[in-house]
């Protein structure tokens, strides 16, 4: 037991001694590195040759490493100097990127003032509309109508067909004829989706697309008129509330150059069904045409069968003619179309002012990110026409017809016209 003691106490002295010489060699040599090639590594060659400038080699650098050194210094010093000119191009270059971005800001900020402009302009226009009308219907001015009096509630459905419903977006518009109602119509058509496009399959998204021909196909819009069928006995009540709460929307247009158009359109050039129903009758009453009309428009017209203007007037002012039948919605007054008095509208355009007051409604009825109103006709009746349409009309007819026409003329502010009345 004491040899193996004694061996035990030997190893265990020669360990130490062992030990003290490792640590003595390695105090001598200065440490070793158990990475001598790292620095030489290309990846973090800038990062390395920084961190050496800055901290400086170790004691025992060896004089190989003492001559590569200057490699790594050289590098150095070229890339901190060389980027100097690109530098300076970069700042102008973002100096005039900030310059254009502030010039884009200012003009959107001009932009963004004329809108609000032209809005509060058309505002305080739509007051003066409004206002007029309710003054006139309230009696404040001396104007007097049939039906001026009257409540919602007596208006027959017969006489609700114009006003037009969009129950998806809540607006109600009352259409009336040569006031741009082709358009108006195909605006209501694609806000309802009311019509399929033979091409996609979906429903139209652009009124330009839309058929004019087809828009006034009654089917497709929902009037009050066809509340009784649907709704029955709620129909009047439902009517009440949309009209309280919908968006109600209204074009008018200069009572007398309204009529022109018409007759324009309709008389003008040939169309059957207008020539049987109403311009073989004004030829016939008016005419002093002797033996059988051509039984079609356009055998009408290739034989010089037509009513002129000053029939077509005479056959407005002319007592017997609504004891047959109420007049066409094409010459039918806006009043008795519309029923303004009845229905307060909240937005009154006017085609005189058609594309502005298109991109006002739109707005209004937040609709102008669906939709464009499509481009006018470019032939259009002018206000300049009246004199000459009206030169071989009788003063006394002309005068006539302005009573029949007033109550146009004064609830939605147009001028009496002087040059056509004297």
Same mark, same amino acid.
């Given at each position: 037991?004491?040899?193996?003691?004694?061996?035990?106490?030997?190893?265990?002295?020669?360990?130490?001694?062992?030990?003290?010489?490792?640590?003595?060699?390695?105090?001598?040599?200065?440490?070793?590195?158990?990475?001598?090639?790292?620095?030489?590594?290309?990846?973090?060659?800038?990062?390395?040759?920084?961190?050496?400038?800055?901290?400086?080699?170790?004691?025992?650098? /060896?004089?190989?490493?003492?001559?590569?050194?200057?490699?790594?210094? #050289?590098?150095?010093?070229?890339?901190?100097?060389?980027?100097?000119?690109?530098?300076?191009?970069?700042?102008?270059?973002?100096?005039?990127?900030?310059?254009?971005?502030?010039?884009?800001?200012?003009?959107?900020?001009?932009?963004?003032?004329?809108?609000?402009?032209?809005?509060?302009?058309?505002?305080?226009?739509?007051?003066?509309?409004?206002?007029?009308?309710?003054?006139?219907? /309230?009696?404040?001015?001396?104007?007097?109508?049939?039906?001026?009096?009257?409540?919602?509630?007596?208006?027959?459905?017969?006489? *609700?067909?114009?006003?037009?419903?969009?129950?998806?977006?809540?607006?109600?518009?009352?259409?009336?004829? $040569?006031?741009?109602?082709?358009?108006? $119509?195909?605006?209501?058509?694609?806000?309802?989706?009311?019509?399929?496009?033979? !091409?996609?399959?979906?429903?139209?998204?652009?009124?330009?697309?839309?058929?004019?021909? *087809?828009?006034?196909?009654?089917?497709?819009?929902?009037?009050?008129?066809?509340?009784?069928?649907?709704?029955?006995?709620? !129909?009047?009540?439902?009517?009440?509330?949309?009209?309280?709460?919908?968006? $109600?929307?209204?074009?008018?247009?200069?009572?007398? #150059?309204?009529?022109? !158009?018409?007759?324009?359109?309709?008389?003008?050039?040939?169309?059957?069904?207008?020539?049987?129903?109403?311009?073989? #009758?004004?030829?016939?009453?008016?005419?002093?045409?002797?033996?059988?009309?051509?039984?079609?428009?356009?055998?009408?017209?290739?034989?010089?069968?037509?009513?002129?203007?000053?029939?077509?007037?005479?056959?407005?002012?002319?007592?017997?003619?609504?004891?047959?039948?109420?007049?066409?919605?094409?010459?039918?007054? #806006?009043?008795?179309?519309?029923?303004?008095?009845?229905?307060?509208?909240?937005?009154?355009?006017?085609?005189?002012?058609?594309?502005?007051?298109?991109?006002? *409604?739109?707005?209004?009825?937040?609709?102008?990110?669906? *939709?464009?109103?499509?481009?006018?006709?470019?032939?259009?009746?002018?206000?300049?026409?009246?004199?000459?349409?009206?030169?071989?009309?009788?003063?006394?007819?002309?005068?006539?017809?302005?009573?029949?026409?007033?109550?146009?003329?004064?609830?939605?502010?147009?001028?009496?016209?002087?040059?056509?009345?004297?």
């Amino acid at each position: 037991m004491g040899i193996w003691r004694g061996l035990r106490v030997a190893f265990v002295l020669g360990s130490l001694f062992m030990i003290l010489l490792i640590i003595v060699y390695w105090d001598d040599v200065g440490g070793f590195n158990l990475y001598p090639l790292r620095e030489h590594k290309p990846q973090s060659f800038h990062t390395d040759c920084r961190s050496q400038a800055t901290t400086g080699p170790s004691r025992s650098t /060896s004089t190989s490493r003492a001559h590569t050194r200057p490699s790594f210094i #050289v590098p150095t010093t070229a890339s901190s100097t060389t980027p100097a000119v690109p530098e300076e191009t970069g700042g102008e270059a973002e100096e005039e990127e900030r310059d254009k971005q502030d010039k884009r800001k200012e003009e959107t900020r001009q932009d963004a003032e004329k809108d609000k402009g032209r809005t509060a302009v058309d505002d305080r226009e739509q007051e003066v509309r409004k206002n007029r009308i309710t003054d006139i219907c /309230s009696g404040k001015e001396a104007v007097e109508f049939p039906g001026r009096t009257r409540a919602f509630e007596q208006i027959p459905n017969r006489e *609700l067909d114009h006003l037009i419903v969009d129950d998806t977006h809540q607006i109600i518009y009352c259409y009336v004829p $040569k006031v741009a109602c082709t358009n108006w $119509k195909r605006v209501m058509v694609v806000l309802s989706q009311s019509l399929i496009s033979p !091409s996609s399959g979906k429903p139209y998204t652009d009124p330009e697309a839309v058929p004019p021909d *087809l828009v006034h196909n009654s089917s497709l819009h929902l009037t009050f008129a066809k509340f009784w069928r649907h709704y029955g006995s709620l !129909s009047r009540h439902l009517m009440a509330l949309k009209l309280q709460h919908y968006t $109600k929307f209204l074009f008018v247009r200069d009572p007398f #150059v309204r009529l022109i !158009s018409a007759f324009r359109n309709k008389f003008g050039r040939p169309n059957e069904d207008f020539y049987r129903q109403f311009g073989s #009758v004004m030829v016939r009453r008016y005419g002093n045409v002797s033996g059988s009309l051509p039984e079609t428009a356009a055998e009408a017209f290739a034989a010089g069968v037509k009513p002129t203007f000053q029939q077509f007037i005479t056959y407005l002012l002319d007592p017997e003619t609504e004891k047959e039948s109420i007049f066409n919605e094409h010459w039918r007054q #806006v009043y008795r179309l519309c029923h303004p008095c009845q229905v307060k509208y909240d937005f009154i355009g006017q085609l005189e002012t058609l594309e502005t007051d298109a991109e006002h *409604l739109l707005k209004l009825l937040q609709v102008d990110h669906l *939709l464009r109103f499509p481009s006018g006709a470019r032939n259009r009746t002018a206000t300049s026409w009246e004199k000459d349409w009206f030169t071989q009309i009788p003063i006394t007819m002309r005068r006539e017809l302005y009573k029949l026409y007033k109550p146009d003329f004064e609830l939605f502010g147009y001028p009496k016209p002087d040059s056509v009345l004297h």
